[in-house]
């Protein structure tokens, strides 16, 4: 049997019963990556924060959900790139055509009109 989880009732829930704010917000944050970013797969990988300025701005245009694995823990300590493995952008199976044409306009060269 599969738990479907209702977030907005999860929350009246917690409130109901005097659950602390910082207790919330963690279980909250954990079950909806549990549910949904799980499934998630690493489409791409980054060396450097800025590079992935410009593909947040074009995945966010086209509504497309997507996380960047590493990336805070990067941009503080830019020297465990390697040892990480870098900034793994992870969007869902579903996308990946439409991220990887995405990703493939922003590799070819620049053209000057």
Known sequence: MQLFIDFQG??????LINASYKFSVTL???LYKKTFMESFKTIAVFNYDHETVILKH???????????ENEMTLSVVPMYT??????????????????????DSLNNPLKIV
Do not use: N
């Open 10 to 15: 999860l929350i009246v829930i917690l409130i």
């Open 28 to 30: 909250i944050s954990y």
């Open 58 to 68: 074009l995945l966010q245009q086209e509504g497309i959900p997507y996380f960047f």
């Open 82 to 103: 390697t040892a990480l493995g870098g900034i793994k952008l992870k969007v869902h199976p579903e996308d990946f055509e439409q991220v990887q044409q995405i990703l």
